[in-house]
């Protein structure tokens, strides 16, 4: 009798993983890195965003490959009612004249989406990994991406600031690609503006004179000084950079929570989902409409206090859901 021993043993063996492309699936349901609320990426957020969630939810196969939808808002991986209400909370809360205001998304919820991005090649159209890593190392810095601000020379910029990085940091590739006499001249009206610049502050004259000749060997020498060597060598010739530098940031404090009008579609999936009775959905329905045509709105608060008069228990998680 042959040995089972003598069988040919198998062996457990590894195969290599290849890189995961993004399919069109990927590209339906996506978060938004840079502003959450702006669901398709117009680079403003409306109640289009809002309604985009709400149409996805109603008709979750309805988008198409060539549709790009960022409708995970929250950043947990999945697309839900909470969604729509988050986008709503914005609107709600967002002054007319203001250009932009602050995400009320989780920050860590951001950062773990961007993150699992970076490590899955699953990044959203249109978007590099240096300018996700950029807004990953903003959001870790305590930075706002949806207002502008960026982490950069290893601080948070405003707005502004990163205007002005970004045209230095042009003029800087635009000059490497000009001759050697359009090269020098660019180079020589940047030192300029920054004696200029020194000047303006109270600087001394020989304290521009020499920090102005060490710039421009730097770049002679095609190793230019970076922004934080520079500040250094200041410092070491005796200039506050503090003064001269001044980390200027604007308070930017959240936006105080207002009570919600949720819309009729919206509370009725809820409620839909909570296994709510028909007839109490027809009665809170009808209540909204009314109070619509009388030309006021009824609350998430009034809206729970209307099925507690009709003798529904409200679970934990409803009342969660209409109160976000």
Known sequence: MKKSSDS?????????????AMMASDLMELHNFIMPEDCDNSGSVSPLDALMVINSLNQPNSGTAEETRFIDVDADGR???????????????????????????????????IEAALANFTLPPN??????????????????????ERFMEGRILERSEVQRVENERSAVLVADRMDEDHRDKAISERIEGFAKRLTEAGVTASVITTISSEIKAGFDAKQPLT?????????????????????VRPPVSPPPRTEITPPTVLVTMILNRFQVPTATIEIVT??????????????ARQILDLLRENGVQIPAGLERWLRR
């Open 8 to 20: 040919p043993r198998r062996w457990l063996r590894y195969e290599a993983l290849e890189p995961r």
């Open 79 to 113: 697309t839900s009612p909470l969604d729509a209400l988050v986008v709503i909370n914005y609107l709600n809360s967002k002054s007319p004249d203001a250009p932009s205001m602050p995400s009320a998304v989780r920050t860590e919820n951001r950062i773990a989406r």
């Open 127 to 148: 978007m590099g990994l240096m300018q996700a890593q950029e807004i990953l190392d903003t959001l870790k810095a305590g930075g706002r991406p949806e207002i502008g």
């Open 227 to 247: 922004f934080d060597q520079i500040k250094s060598r200041l410092t070491e010739l005796g200039v506050d950079v503090s003064k001269l530098f001044p980390v």
């Open 286 to 299: 009808k209540a909204m409409t009314l109070a619509t045509e009388a030309g006021k709105s009824l609350t």
